[in-house]
């Protein structure tokens, strides 16, 4: 009983294709969700934005975070909040990079397994 409540970095949880090059294992609470984003070299999220909260912890590698338009440039132990609606998004250099994304709260479409952003892309955001 209880062993529901552990999880692994490494394994486990709902597989979801973000984007090209991009994969996520979604582990769901009641009233928040971790995402382990595993993100290939030269890879790109699009920029897009959703009404949860997001904070984000850059496990291994390095990355540019793009936030309302400005980019960040992010490596491994740096963590960062998206207060909700914000349009954001990243890309990848020449290395692999592991980020865990926490959501509050949980975001419905990442509910199940499945491809894309869900409802949160929006074509109007781009570069910004």
């Known amino acids: 009983m209880g062993r529901e409540w552990f999880h692994n970095l490494r394994e486990g949880g709902i597989s979801r294709t973000l984007a090209k090059g991009i994969r996520a294992r979604i582990f769901c609470g009641t009233h928040l969700m971790l995402s382990v984003v595993e993100l290939d070299p030269w890879s790109e999220s699009p920029v897009h934005s959703h009404p949860n909260e997001q904070w ?71 570069g910004g």
């Open 56 to 126: 984000g912890v850059c496990l291994e590698g390095e990355w540019i975070r793009i936030q309302e338009g400005q980019e960040h440039p992010v490596r491994s132990g740096d963590f960062w909040e998206t207060p909700p609606n914000v349009a954001h998004g990243g890309r990848t250099l020449g290395q692999r990079c592991v980020i865990l994304d926490i959501f509050a709260p949980p975001r419905e479409e990442y509910r199940r397994p499945g491809t894309g952003l869900g409802a949160a892309l929006d074509p109007t955001l781009r």
